[in-house]
């Protein structure tokens, strides 16, 4: 199975602030990885596909690049709403895998 | 509107069995692969189970193996989850979502929640 590591487990960070999610692949996925926010009581919404394609409707303050077994989802401005957990998951191949999760939340 | 609505969910005890329901609508279910995730308490998600369009092609994640069934009905726009030997450690929410191969799922239903207990 293909492990997802993400870091940090945990961020506090404030409105306005920039923000980096990291999440290492344990063997290479090519760009198969999509992010993930999901908010208390609420199912996950898919915000990034093919490591670095937003979906519609997410804002453009969030993007995602990398390939291989590095990726990186990057907040550029943070706003209130964007205080959640956010993870990683690959689909190069079943069984489908997670990160752990990053929580974010505000300083 | 592209939806999906799981049911079924409730308190069983350990050894028990239930059957959840996923009912898509707002798109053309029988042209999409499904899947059925799961959330522990307090905890991260876990793919548990795919289907295939046709429903010939299943996966399921070790932890459900042997005990888990996956199924669908493309002309009702429904998908299941047959869960039995229910354990503790199924206690979950466990989500229904649609798959774009290589790309994600989305959408997710709103999840439904499953108690193991005595």
């Known amino acids: 199975d293909i492990q997802l590591t993400q870091s940090p487990s945990f961020l506090s960070a404030s409105v306005g602030d920039r923000v980096t999610i990291t999440c290492r692949a344990s063997?290479?996925?090519?760009?198969?990885l999509a992010w993930y926010q999901q908010k208390p009581g609420k199912a996950p919404k898919l915000l990034i596909s093919?490591?670095?394609s937003l979906q519609s409707g997410v804002p453009s303050t969030f993007s995602g690049s990398g390939s291989g077994t590095e990726f990186t989802l990057t907040i550029s401005s943070l706003k209130p709403e964007d205080f959640a957990t956010y993870y990683c998951?690959?689909?190069?191949?079943?069984?489908?895998?997670f990160g752990q999760g990053t929580r974010l939340e505000i300083k | 509107e592209v939806q999906l609505v799981e049911s079924g969910g409730g308190l069983v005890q350990p050894g028990g069995s239930l059957r959840l329901s996923c009912a898509a609508s707002?798109?053309?279910?029988?042209?999409?692969?499904m899947n059925w995730f799961r959330q522990a308490p307090g905890k991260g998600l876990e793919w548990i189970s795919y289907?295939?369009?046709?429903?010939?092609?299943?996966y399921d994640a070790d932890s459900v193996k042997g005990r888990f069934t996956i199924s669908r009905d493309n002309a009702k726009n429904s998908l299941y989850l047959q869960m039995n030997s229910l354990r503790d450690e199924d206690t979950a929410v466990y989500y229904c979502?649609?798959?774009?191969?290589?790309?994600?799922?989305?959408?997710w239903g709103q999840g439904t929640l499953v108690t193991v207990s005595s």
């Open positions: 707002g798109f053309t279910f029988s042209n999409y692969e």
């Open positions: 998951q690959q689909l190069h191949s079943y069984p489908i895998t």
């Open positions: 093919s490591a670095s």
């Open positions: 063997q290479g996925i090519d760009y198969y």
């Open positions: 979502a649609r798959e774009e191969p290589m790309v994600g799922f989305d959408p």
């Open positions: 289907i295939s369009i046709s429903g010939t092609t299943i």
